[in-house]
């Protein structure tokens, strides 16, 4: 997809948003973050923040730089972190794809259900890379393809559906693993069959 479709797929979403996804998408971000050990004072960014529904999971104690690249939803964000006192919180219109922020400026990285939207996952894992200091952890919670050929399958099947919706398949470990030379320490589900995967990888 390219960027203006996203951008117009997710305005439309900003309004109901938290009432669909927060229900599937928040305790798979929680379990996400458990992963990186946070510390006082890390320094952590967010790719693909949203509506900022992962925002109450930070400590005060960390520096959170979320950035998203639909300003809609973004102001969503922006809501929260004024109504709850998120002042740990910094927000950014910002494409995951060419992040500005110097080299190493984080020490850990989240890219929430955002590596199935953009154009390009391989450039959006560069940055992510790029940014991130080496050892931090990097937290990927995304749908992948299922291993399960009848599942599979439907997935194929309905991949006009989901592009139509804001999303794509045919992302995998291997992707992450391979095609963008990530070094995946564990890979997670919240059960058996869910569709939502939790890469948990570490920054080299």
Not at 52 to 78: F, H, N, W
Not at 120 to 143: A, D, F
Request: aromatic share 10%; charged share 25%.
């Amino acid at each position: 997809m390219q960027k203006a479709e996203i951008q117009k797929i997710y305005s439309r979403y900003s309004c109901f948003y938290d009432i669909i996804f927060s229900q599937f998408f928040y305790p798979r971000i929680r379990l996400g973050l458990e992963k990186i050990g946070i510390k006082n004072g890390d320094r952590i960014i967010e790719v693909g923040v949203g509506t900022g529904l992962s925002l109450s999971l930070y400590p005060q104690s960390c520096k959170v730089v979320g950035i998203d690249i639909t300003r809609k939803m973004l102001e969503k964000a922006k809501a929260k972190k004024e109504k709850f006192g998120f002042n740990h919180v910094d927000l950014f219109e910002m494409d995951g794809e060419n992040i500005c922020f110097d080299d190493n400026s984080f020490d850990h990285a989240v890219l929430p259900f955002v590596a199935s939207v953009v154009p390009s996952v391989e450039q959006l894992m560069s940055e992510v890379k790029r940014v991130t200091k080496k050892g931090g952890k990097i937290i990927i919670i995304n749908h992948l393809s299922s291993k399960l050929s009848f599942i599979s399958s439907m997935e194929k099947l309905l991949t006009p559906v989901f592009m139509k919706l804001g999303w794509r398949t045919g992302l995998s470990v291997d992707t992450f693993s391979n095609h963008c030379n990530l070094h995946i320490e564990e890979v997670l589900k919240k059960y058996r069959l869910d569709p939502w995967f939790i890469l948990h990888a570490t920054n080299r």
